[in-house]
């Protein structure tokens, strides 16, 4: 599997707090069947700059630090660099001055909003990226209270191109038939990930549980695309290989 959202860098922003914790984090991820995570720690901004370190070189200076300690210890998993990128204006200029760094060396980006953003508001910052030439990942839609009100907001963004990234832990802990469980079998998401962050927050990788209920929703095929087969396209720059959205004809929040 790939998990492509999980704060494994150490010393960085709200995720792993040390080293220690980074190599725990990627021998849960191993166990659980992950051999590629997305290194993708916070990026600046007005909403975190109490808790995130961010920078580029830090990123990369982590990045390295990581990848030899994993080599030293002989944990299998393969690390590729991104960013968790706060959706507000300037995002974009940013990102062209190279303060933010995208997914490895693809021009996608793995976005997360306000919780209290509007749909307005959001389908802006998309539709702005993608104008700029980004491919658009939508971390945890399931989290954002235009979601939660109405599903079907997510087709508009993935008419476009947009991509939606359902957290494992709301697949696997959400109630039966609830919004994630609901997202999911409208395909209004198209990944999942474990958005982990490391022991002291009690989230550790957990990418395996997610698959497992997505293949008894939905069955082996798309529970491979939602954790390998998407992901891997993201990475490459290919088409995502998931049916299209089918609307969500009754929903109660």
């Known amino acids: 599997m790939i998990d492509l959202h999980a704060h494994i860098l150490h010393d960085l922003d709200d995720g792993a707090r040390s080293l220690k914790d980074a190599l725990a984090m990627a021998r849960a991820a191993v166990a659980d069947g992950v051999t590629l995570m997305a290194a993708t720690p916070h990026g600046r901004s007005v909403a975190n700059a109490g808790f995130s370190r961010y920078s580029v070189a830090l990123?990369?200076?982590?990045?390295?630090?990581l990848r030899a300690a994993l080599v030293e210890a002989a944990i299998p998993l393969e690390l590729v660099p991104g960013t968790e990128i706060y959706g507000e204006p300037g995002v974009v200029e940013r990102l062209r001055a190279g303060d933010l760094l995208p997914y490895a060396d693809t021009r996608a980006v793995l976005v997360e909003f306000p919780l209290a953003v509007t749909r307005a508001a959001a389908e802006q910052i998309v539709f702005a990226l993608q104008l700029a030439g980004y491919r658009v990942v939508v971390a945890h839609p399931e989290r954002y209270a235009f979601v939660q009100d109405d599903p079907n907001a997510l087709i508009a963004l993935a008419e476009r191109g947009a991509l939606a990234q359902l957290t494992a832990s709301a697949l696997i802990k959400g109630r039966p038939n609830g919004l994630?469980?609901?997202?999911?079998?409208h395909r209004l998401v198209q990944l999942i990930?474990?958005?982990?962050?490391?022991?002291?927050?009690?989230?550790?990788?957990?990418?395996?549980a997610a698959?497992?209920?997505?293949?008894?929703?939905?069955?082996?095929?798309?529970?491979?695309?939602?954790?390998?087969d998407v992901p891997a396209a993201i990475l490459s720059g290919a088409p995502a290989p998931i049916p299209p959205p089918?609307?969500?004809r009754r929903w109660r929040p």
């Open 180 to 185: 994630a469980e609901t997202l999911l079998c």
């Open 246 to 248: 089918e609307p969500v």
């Open 193 to 208: 990930a474990s958005d982990a962050h490391g022991p002291h927050f009690g989230r550790l990788p957990n990418l395996g």
């Open 59 to 65: 990123l990369r200076e982590r990045l390295a630090e």
């Open 211 to 228: 698959r497992a209920r997505a293949a008894e929703l939905l069955g082996p095929a798309l529970a491979d695309a939602f954790t390998r």
